[in-house]
């Protein structure tokens, strides 16, 4: 499991990030968000059905988590992580209009994102990635 810091996020690097040939689940957590960790939790077992070759899952967190605590958390999640600093953390806050955590992005082969939301069912978010995997 690779650990992965991101020194600066200028809006061509969020792009890369979250552009490539498979589609991306986006989740921003926080370590002291509740609701977050236990949607983590349900989620994890989706990872199993839906390759990682297929689908990336990448978690964002911010400076209001204490990093000793993200480190030991994220080791029980599988997926891409990144702990971002003060200015990148508010760079996606704002890019991306949140106004609470958890929140998710789907996002599509092309970046384009499909689908914002705080929390969908796992059968529901299995549905959504087979669409976007099964689309040309």
């Given at each position: 499991k690779e650990k992965i810091m991101v020194k600066h996020v200028t809006s061509e690097e969020l792009e890369e990030l979250i552009k490539g040939d498979k589609?991306?689940?986006?989740d921003f957590w926080a370590t002291w968000c509740g609701g977050c960790r236990q949607i983590i939790k349900e989620y994890e077992p989706l990872k199993k059905d839906i390759s990682e070759d297929k689908v990336a899952f990448i978690y964002l967190t911010g400076p209001s988590?204490?990093?000793?605590?993200?480190?030991?958390?994220?080791?029980?999640?599988?997926?891409?992580?990144?702990?971002?600093d003060k200015e990148q953390w508010e760079y996606l806050w704002t890019h991306f209009q949140m106004t609470g955590l958890p929140m998710?992005?789907?996002?599509?082969?092309?970046?384009?994102?499909?689908?914002?939301?705080?929390?969908?069912?796992?059968?529901?978010?299995?549905?959504l990635l087979e669409q976007e995997i099964n689309k040309i």
């Open positions: 589609p991306v689940v986006c988590s204490i990093k000793k605590t993200w480190e030991i958390l994220i080791e029980d999640i599988a997926g891409e992580h990144y702990w971002l998710y992005l789907l996002i599509d082969k092309q970046g384009n994102i499909v689908k914002r939301f705080t929390h969908i069912t796992t059968k529901e978010l299995k549905d």
